[in-house]
């Protein structure tokens, strides 16, 4: 009679168990995500995307350009979060126009006025310096500037929040040698004060190739917020049209996870119902390939 007893004590536990358990997955597949007003909710975790989860934006100033100068077109670039996740993305090109070896790659398309497309400049070749008269402004846009990066990784990744919109740093005129591999600061290279005459000379030598290097080009004055094309030259006037292409990947993760917020050990009761059933993703992260296209926009080259 005890042994019944027992047994049936242990059949209802276990009853109202499994009913509790019931009960809070079906309650864990019933909770609905908060409302999403932007153009892509969630990106998918299996599958192709049916939405653009980071958007790339182009605008050009409608300022004539010069024919024959290799700083043309003044622009801006920006990303934009259209995604109720965070996305993090490599930015490089935001910073200072240049790639990281991320594996993330970005390019510019330009048809001349007849709709031909335009061949890119060749690259410099590493450790051959040149003159250039501006400098990216890298503490422009404090937000690029205070993001503290993850440590070893290949790239500016910075993560966007849903709806944000981050602008790239714009230039300033700063005339200057780039160089892959500068020199030493002539002090350091040359100490004390016997050579206090040949550091002047070096120095004054640095400047004069500086101011000549600049000498007879088209140069316009900065434009606050822009940046500037280099390298390539429109000979010909005329309405032409550019392109951006973005290449790489983007991590998404929910930007807000309801079920963390559940006590222990509910949430990670909860967190496994929504793996199991494919609502999220087992690394809690979605790495997508994107290929992201800016508006085409057009812009005057003059006489």
Not at 78 to 90: G, L, P, R, T, Y
């Amino acid at each position: 009679m005890k042994r019944t007893t027992i047994f049936k004590a242990m059949l209802a536990a276990g009853l109202s168990s499994a009913l509790l358990y019931a009960g809070f997955y079906a309650f864990v597949l019933s909770h609905e995500e908060p409302a999403c007003e932007l153009p892509c909710p969630i990106p998918d975790h299996g599958g192709k995307s049916t939405c653009a989860p980071l958007s790339l934006d182009l605008q050009v100033s409608s300022r004539p350009i010069p024919s024959g100068s290799i700083y043309s077109v003044w622009h801006q670039i920006s990303f934009q979060n259209q995604s109720c996740s965070n996305i993090e993305a490599d930015v490089s090109v935001l910073l200072d126009g240049r790639s990281r070896l991320s594996g993330s790659e970005f390019s510019y398309l330009i048809w001349d006025p007849d709709g031909k497309p335009i061949a890119g400049p060749k690259d410099r070749l590493p450790f051959e310096p040149s003159v250039e008269p501006y400098r990216y402004d890298t503490n422009g846009n404090p937000y690029l500037r205070e993001f503290p990066q993850r440590p070893g990784a290949v790239g500016f990744w910075y993560a966007l929040r849903p709806g944000e919109r981050l602008d790239g740093n714009s230039v300033r005129f700063d005339p200057h040698m780039e160089d892959d591999h500068p020199r030493d600061d002539r002090d350091a290279e040359l100490p004390g004060s016997a050579y206090s005459r040949l550091r002047a000379d070096l120095k004054a030598a640095d400047k004069k190739r500086v101011t000549d290097g600049i000498t007879g080009m088209r140069l316009l004055d900065p434009l606050p917020g822009y940046r500037v094309l280099e390298g390539w030259r429109f000979e010909s006037a005329g309405r032409y049209r550019i392109q951006l292409i973005y290449e790489g990947s983007i991590f998404a993760s929910r930007h807000t996870a309801w079920e963390k917020r559940l006590p222990f050990p509910l949430n990670i009761l909860a967190e496994n119902i929504l793996i199991a059933n494919a609502r999220i993703p087992p690394s809690g992260i979605i790495e997508k390939k994107v290929r992201l296209k800016s508006p085409t926009r057009e812009f005057t080259v003059a006489r």
